[in-house]
């Protein structure tokens, strides 16, 4: 019974299978994900810094114009240090 428990609570890794083994401190903390893993160490990689959400607001205002497609042609994208799966997006000046 409590065999059947233990395993019907094991963490499902299949929508993070991208990420597992990755050498970012994501894919590292879903690498050795178990029951002792630290609330807080998750929820840190899970918070964005205020960079982060002004970059993804950029982002989103990209995508939501008429021709997104046209206006990424203009962007200049570069990877981010911090979690590795965010992208810095630079708009040019009007």
């Known amino acids: 019974m409590a065999t059947n428990e233990l ?10 299978a991208a990420l597992v083994g990755s050498r970012t401190k994501v894919g590292q903390l879903l690498l050795g994900l178990s029951a002792s893993t630290q609330m807080e160490a998750i929820e840190e990689l899970a918070t964005l810094t205020d960079d982060e959400l002004a ?6 205002k990209v995508l939501a114009e008429a021709d997104p497609k046209q206006k990424s042609k203009l962007c200049v994208c ?10 810095a997006l630079r708009l040019p000046l009007p």
């Open 78 to 87: 570069e990877p981010v240090a911090s979690p590795g799966w965010l992208t």
């Open 55 to 60: 970059k993804l607001a950029s982002l989103n």
């Open 7 to 16: 395993a019907a609570n094991q963490p499902d890794l299949a929508p993070f």
